[in-house]
């Protein structure tokens, strides 16, 4: 059974340009979860989503930032015109069900924005 | 769910030793989880200590849990260089999905 799968694994972008993350969760899981890691820092939660849906996103920034889980395919974590401050690693995370159980996490994403 | 707050920031030990951790939170929680991040990697869930348990054991890992002081710790014994990570625990409430970290504690095991 294949972990969390997440591509790419580095990412680097020019200021401005679209960042597209990738999370593939374990195979039964529904529900996945984005967080953001600065050097040196916790993780940050960002998003929670179910299939064709957004659970809780309090900690996603409000403008250039989205997510999607769509009913095929990959959650998808989306930044536009991206900044600086924007570099950073990027875990996902998915679990089999809702509530306050164990995640399992993905290699996570190190975005390079130059 | 709510944050926990992890203690010491950091942490040096020689292999062989035993290395303990703690993390205390502000409310009432549904169970703690305590997760290890080797350097640049995605974390790996080490264990879940549920609210009506008092301590856990996991191989070499021993989890506490204290409700009426609103903490817990985490024991590692007989360390090895491979247990060099950062430690996270997630104070988790009954409503909450997502998991909040503190800044973790930074263990580092020398041969």
């Known amino acids: 059974n294949a972990g969390v799968m997440q591509n790419p694994r580095h990412l680097v972008r020019r200021r401005g340009q679209e960042a597209r993350l990738r999370c593939s969760p374990m195979k039964g899981h529904s529900h996945v979860y984005w967080y953001r890691q600065l050097p040196e820092e916790g993780l940050k939660f960002m998003v929670y989503?179910?299939?064709?849906?957004?659970?809780?996103e309090s900690g996603m920034p409000k403008e250039r930032f989205s997510a999607e889980f769509p009913k095929e395919g990959p959650s998808i974590l989306r930044i536009q015109q991206v900044v600086r401050g924007d570099s950073a690693a990027y875990f996902c995370?998915?679990?089999?069900?809702?509530?306050?159980?164990?995640?399992?996490f993905g290699p996570g994403t190190r975005l390079t924005v130059t | 769910s709510q944050q926990g707050e992890e203690d010491p920031q950091a942490l040096s030990i020689q292999e062989g030793e035993n290395a303990t951790m703690n993390c205390s939170y502000k409310?009432?929680?549904?169970?703690l989880q305590w997760y290890r991040q080797n350097s640049g990697r995605g974390l790996v869930h080490l264990i879940l200590i549920r609210s009506n348990e008092r301590e856990k054991h996991s191989g070499r890992l021993r989890v506490t849990l204290d409700t009426s002081k609103k903490s817990s710790s985490l024991l590692i014994t007989a360390s090895r260089a491979a247990d060099t990570a950062s430690y996270f625990c997630?104070?988790?409430?009954?409503?909450?999905?997502?998991?909040?970290f503190g800044g973790g504690t930074r263990v580092l095991v020398k041969p």
């Open positions: 995370a998915s679990s089999p069900s809702a509530g306050p159980n164990e995640q399992y």
């Open positions: 997630a104070p988790g409430t009954a409503a909450g999905n997502k998991l909040t």
């Open positions: 409310t009432s929680i549904n169970n």
């Open positions: 989503l179910q299939k064709e849906n957004i659970i809780d």
